[in-house]
């Protein structure tokens, strides 16, 4: 693929400074990059190095000022290079149509240009939007809604009644909808308490592989707009994960615990039940949260405690052993004094 750096600052909407009918035939990292690509630069470091890059073009932040060369300037580097990824490397379809080897049910609402590859199994009352990528292996239960543009990679499960948006990508072995976790206790035994809610995923929703989503008891495990989970992430029943959250990879959420707006769960962390997690929390990885975060605050431990203090208490582990030896040395000396005194 061939394009003038010209149409490159207009496709991602920057500030041309440089020869503009410069040809970019691809897009490499920083240190790497050759006279024919482009590359980004957002740390200051990198901008203090351009001058050494053999990149053909670079996209900078929009403030750069004194640094020459063919730049692209934007608001967020970051995300106009990967603007420019997806325009060098479009996402392509691996098959057309729908394939005689999958499994359709009864009433199957159908958009356009849908993409349902052999051995897919879609139950009975499903509805697709447009443009559906559903790769090998996918399962779609009955009375499942998907909306436009919603690409679902192999072995999938949605399980009935869920509902999934615009734009949606669940990754491969990716579960929507299994059965919450509940039991009611029946004296020395366990009665399963049937889960008949579902799960709803809105828009722009991002699920990675082997990550799984409960359904509701009752009601719905609403996941909200632009939320993105990682791989092997589990989401109990009835839980909210607030829009533009993050759920890095193994992060574990109890049942009916709601999760604010712009949150970022680190990898590994674990949220009991039934609490709140407030709007713009961070949660450190490895973290253990039993009890609500505010808004805004930012924690790490198990249990968890305000960062700043967490790092304080991390910085103590290691000297722990010494600490403990002088605590009996002195225990030690104190009681030899409190003997030569009586």
Known sequence: MEI??????????????????????????????????????EAPKYIKRIHESRAGAVIVPADVTSVAGNLVLVKNPKVGFARVLALFHPASAAFEGISPQAVIGRRFQCGRDAAIAPLACI???????????????????????????VQIYPNVTIGENCRIGNRVILH??????SDGFGFAPDGGAYFKIPQVGFVQVDDDVEIGANSTVDRATLGKTWIQRGVKIDNLVHIGHNVTVGEDSVLVAGVLI??????????????????????????????GPLSGVGKPIAAGDVVSGAPHMPHRTWLRVYRVFPELPDINKKVRQLEKQLQQLLGTDR
């Open 172 to 177: 491969a072995g990716a579960v929507i909808g």
């Open 254 to 283: 109890g049942g009916s615990t709601t999760i604010g707006k712009h949150a970022i769960i680190a990898g590994g962390a674990a949220v009991s039940d039934h609490i709140t997690v407030g709007e713009g929390a961070i949660i």
């Open 4 to 41: 003038l750096l010209k149409q490159i600052a207009e496709r991602i909407g920057g500030q041309l400074r440089g020869d503009g009918e410069k040809v970019i035939r691809g897009i490499a990292p920083f240190e790497i990059a050759g006279s024919d690509q482009i590359t980004f630069a």
């Open 123 to 149: 139950g009975d009352n499903v509805a697709v939007g447009d443009r559906l990528a559903c790769h090998p292996g996918v399962v779609i239960g009955d009375g499942v809604v998907i909306g436009d543009d």
